[in-house]
């Protein structure tokens, strides 16, 4: 376990903490008391961006629709030159955005934001994946659509055309896939992860997952830990919510002990080839114990996994590239796709210089 510096407390910024009253504010005023959302009013204050196939700050980005249907698409990202240095192929990070199973989506400010960012500062071809949302859409929805979009990634190498979706083809190493995400987007990644190497995959699959990248877990359970005990009231993240989030997202009658939310459960039946994992976690995260229990239950069933807390570090300060917590993350994620990718290289075994 690695600590990053603990503090008495969490010291924001008064334009994060402008942020996060009116993140906050938004999204407890759209929740309506029959437990769905005003979707309409949230539309009207969430900030979106749209894809730009020209450079912007050395990133390229264009979406696709995988399945009009149900609404499920990506945004790829990819950096001005194609390839990384020396022209070798990217590694590929499939994204899932926070937001409780329930908010935000791929075109968000915040998270087009940190997809260009991993994409710029980590040399790395990046894959945001816009699934369903609760309470319309309940679990297992949005753990379908993000196998949905390893599935379409390995069948569509040899996609013919030209713009933006080709070159990320040309330019993605499908061999060295991480899925990552934050929050409940963290929780879908990992079962994304469990399912595809439990054989949910095909037999001679391309895709190949390097790690898993788990930035502050969305796990959660009957009893109260003492991080929720000791943080019931956020910032962000509250007892309150997190309830109301759970209850939006399991099936009708389902308790948080449910396999999507207990960190031990899901920890379970992990296959084989289930991939090492990075967990990172905030000091003042209301849900840090869950998220050490889910590293420690990994632990348990002998799959590789290490875990990184931030001291001072808030739920979602990831989001927040003026928190200093912000940067030190970037960098360990980069140590741990340079470890990993190496590790490939070398057949498996641990280059102890990209440690």
């Not at 759209?30 to 005003?38: A, E, I, K, Q, Y």
């Not at 949910?200 to 991080?227: C, K, T, W």
């Not at 002990?257 to 296959?271: R, T, V």
Request: aromatic content about 10%; charged content about 25%.
């Amino acid at each position: 376990m690695i600590f990053k510096h603990l503090t008495a407390g969490p010291s924001l910024p008064w334009w994060t903490k402008l942020q996060i009253f009116l993140l906050s504010l938004a999204s407890d005023y759209v929740r309506r008391p029959d437990g769905t959302l005003n979707r309409r009013l949230l539309s009207l204050v969430e900030l979106k961006t749209h894809p730009n196939p020209t450079p912007v700050g050395g990133v390229r980005t264009a979406d696709f629709t995988i399945d009009p249907a149900r609404g499920l698409w990506v945004r790829l990202f990819l950096p001005a030159s194609d390839g990384g240095a020396g022209g070798t192929a990217l590694p590929v990070v499939v994204f899932f955005h926070g937001g409780g199973f329930a908010f935000l989506s791929a075109s968000s400010a915040a998270y087009d934001a940190v997809c260009r960012r991993f994409c710029r500062k980590l040399s790395v071809a990046v894959v945001s994946v816009n699934y369903r949302l609760s309470p319309e859409e309940r679990f297992p929805a949005q753990y379908d659509d993000g196998l949905d979009v390893l599935h379409f990634l390995e069948s569509n190498v040899d996609i013919p055309g030209g713009g933006l979706l080709r070159e990320f083809f040309e330019a993605a190493d499908l061999s060295n896939c991480f899925i990552a995400g934050d929050s409940a987007g963290a929780n879908i990644a990992h079962h994304v992860a469990r399912r595809w190497s439990a054989g949910e995959r095909p037999s001679e699959a391309r895709i190949r997952l390097s790690g898993l990248i788990a930035i502050q877990p969305f796990f959660g359970g009957e009893e109260r830990v003492d991080s929720e005990i000791r943080f019931p009231h956020g910032p962000i993240v509250t007892t309150d919510r997190t309830d109301w989030l759970w209850k939006a997202f399991l099936p009708d009658g389902a308790t948080r002990d449910h396999e999507a939310a207990n960190p031990e459960a899901a920890a379970a039946d992990l296959g084989e080839s289930f991939p090492p994992v990075v967990v990172m976690v905030g000091e003042f995260d209301p849900l840090r114990d869950w998220q050490l229990m889910y590293f420690r239950s990994l632990r348990l069933r002998g799959k590789e996994a290490e875990v990184i807390e931030y001291g001072g570090a808030i739920h979602a300060f990831n989001l927040f590239p003026e928190l200093k917590s912000s940067a030190v993350l970037i960098e360990d994620l980069r140590s741990f796709i340079l470890r990993q990718v190496r590790r490939r290289q070398n057949g498996g075994a641990v280059d102890a210089a990209a440690q």
